[in-house]
């Protein structure tokens, strides 16, 4: 299978790639209001020629790319919100939006599947099949945008779905994959314990909630300790404890807040019922009165072998096998799991991170950046999956 064609098209594109990342880190917008976007996205793609564009949802992208000969359909996905967050870098295209900031790497995501559909749209006749560019709004905030885009019906037919995530903390020019669970489910919950309030002075005649809190908080840690076996993976963190405002009144009631993380279903689904009968016991033993919210988030991302195996033979021969590691899940969330339900696929980590450049500050840090030079790696890294799978 011819490849030569593919480096040429990458140098053809690069700066453009670089162009397109700035701006969008210059004009970020968060979850859901992703408009200006979204419009720059789909402009971009009207140039490009040979395009269906759609639109899924206000503020998401769909770009198909049908071959002349039938085929696998390919699904590529880059995720294209902003951050809550005060940008700090001092950069010529620092976020111009006051508390809007791209500091996970979206504005690179968007740019590599950009410079991919640039390059595949010139090869059209060389298709069989299609490619699916998927420009998804509010990967940052549950229910996310993965979902809405799933539901809609736009991404029903595909056969495979491939992402990419550029980390600040793997070097540039490396790889991370994994086979099987990549990010762990992610939920939340709100636990309100409603006491009586009284005197400091004369805590006999209160039912203290903060210190039923406490013992909540204390006896949480056990669900990871003591209901889950040591060689499986879940994390239950409390985050919030919100209580009274007078340093002589006990509060009437405390408010706890955290999230969970999971990868299996079954402990996915026993975590809010331990949850539950540990704050139950408690507050009932000292009188109080409890409500527990908990709501479900993302599901954990697992890739799929097969597919997984076909990204890893790309890496090897693009790169070499000195450029990827296997590398175990995480724990963080990723609504590219929605993605997963409808077909078999893999997320791969790309580095981004370089000491020399200031890059290796974590994500979601208001000094977060990457180096550019990642980004042709992850344009080249879609172009030959496409090469492999629909040409």
């Keep these: 299978m011819k490849t030569e064609w593919i480096n040429e098209m990458i140098e053809l594109v690069k700066n453009d790639v670089i162009t397109w990342r700035r701006y969008l880190h210059q004009n970020p917008e968060v979850s859901f209001q992703e408009e200006k976007t979204a419009q720059y996205i789909y402009e971009t793609l009207q140039s490009f020629g040979n395009l269906e564009i759609l639109r899924p949802t206000k503020t998401s992208v769909i770009a ?4 002349s000969k039938p085929g696998k359909v390919l699904g590529m996905r880059a995720d294209i919100d902003a951050l809550p967050l005060q ?6 295209y620092a976020s111009q939006n006051p508390g809007v900031m791209h500091a996970c790497g979206h504005d690179g995501h968007t740019a590599m599947l950009l410079g991919t559909a640039k390059i595949l749209s010139k ?7 299609e490619v699916r560019f998927v420009f998804q709004h509010a990967e940052e905030l549950p229910p996310g945008g993965a979902k809405e885009i799933v539901n809609s ?7 495979m779905m491939i992402g990419i995530h550029l980390m600040s903390t793997m070097s540039v020019g490396k790889f991370g994959l994994a086979y099987g669970p990549v990010t762990a489910a992610t939920d939340k919950f709100e636990i309100k314990i409603v006491g ?10 209160s039912i203290d ?10 006896n949480l840690q056990q669900i990871v300790s003591r209901n889950i076996g040591a060689l499986e993976k879940a994390v ?16 009437d009631s405390v408010t706890l807040g955290g ?10 689904k026993n975590i809010p019922v331990w949850m539950e009968r540990i704050v139950k016991g408690i507050a009932e033993a000292h009188g109080a009165s409890y409500k527990l919210d908990y709501s479900y988030g993302y599901s954990p991302v697992i890739n799929d072998d097969q597919v997984t195996k076909i990204i890893e033979n790309t890496i090897i021969e693009g790169w070499g096998k000195e450029t990827y590691a296997i590398i175990p899940p995480i724990m963080g969330g990723e609504d590219f799991s929605a993605y997963l339900e409808k077909a078999p696929g893999c997320f791969v980590f790309l580095g981004a991170g370089n000491e020399e450049k200031g890059t290796t500050y974590p994500h979601h840090h208001p000094r977060f950046n990457i180096d550019e030079d990642s980004l042709a790696m992850g344009v080249e890294l879609f172009v030959r999956t496409a090469n492999k799978i629909v040409m």
């Design 64 to 67: 198909r790319l049908i071959g």
């Design 87 to 92: 940008e700090e870098n001092e950069l010529p």
């Design 123 to 129: 090869r059209k006749d060389h298709i069989k099949g």
């Design 153 to 159: 019906g736009n991404v029903d037919g595909i056969d």
């Design 196 to 205: 009586k309030g009284g005197h400091s002075s004369q805590p006999e005649n």
């Design 209 to 218: 909630p903060v210190v039923i809190g406490a013992q909540v908080i204390t």
């Design 236 to 251: 239950v963190t409390v985050t919030q404890f919100q209580a009274g405002h007078a340093y002589n009144i006990i509060p």
């Design 259 to 268: 999230s969970t993380r999971s990868f299996d279903p079954e402990i996915r």
